[in-house]
């Protein structure tokens, strides 16, 4: 079934609230056969530019970054701040305490819709800058495969623009919401109604050359 309610009459066009209305409405499906093997190898290289996704984020989202070698591996860098906490974290490589979050985690696109797509969809899906942010690992690893109905940032500043990027990657992927997750982006957005909706120019669908099962 489709979304229902209108977003309001504050939910100005373009908007990642006028968007809720837009996602469709569906129960979870099981986790059955789930696993991160289903979206391709971790931060593969799907825009060609010969560096892990991985490396993109953090070169996107740290400041005072020092790189390892040439422009690619990212060696150390900062949160200023992390979006999830808004304290300043560093990131070193090999003790890091930053991860790449999937704003929409694997697991819950898995539940709802991508068990049936195909593998190319999954692996961009995995590695669009869209869906990936640079975070604090203690608040990203308690957040699991949770959606908006069940895990927001901790900084209450953020979550505007945290839900946002869900509607924006669920709208773009077409994965489908639960109608608890929609009544929570709702309650989110309607405090920003005019926060745009996030888009991105990755394509759905990776190279050939990369692979899933």
Known sequence: MGGGGAAGPDAGAGSALAAVDTLTVKGRAPKTGYDRSRFGSAWADTDSNGCPTRDDILKRDLKDVVYRGK???VAAGKLAPDP???????????????????????????QKGAARWEPSKRIAFANDPLNLLA???????????????????????????????????KKKYGVWVTAA?????????????????????????????????
């Open 71 to 73: 422009d690619c591996q």
């Open 84 to 110: 999830y906490t808004g304290r300043e974290v560093t990131f070193r490589r090999g003790r890091s305490q930053v991860d790449i979050d999937h704003l929409v985690a694997l697991s819950d696109a898995w």
């Open 181 to 213: 997750e929609r009544d929570a982006m709702k309650k989110v957005l309607s405090t920003c109604p005019d926060k745009k909706l996030p888009t991105g120019p990755a394509p759905t669908t990776a190279p050939n050359r990369f692979h899933a099962r």
């Open 135 to 169: 975070v604090d690992a203690g608040p990203n690893r308690g957040k699991g495969d949770g959606d908006t109905a069940t895990w927001l940032p901790p900084n209450k500043a953020y979550r505007c623009t945290y839900v946002a990027g869900q509607v924006g990657v």
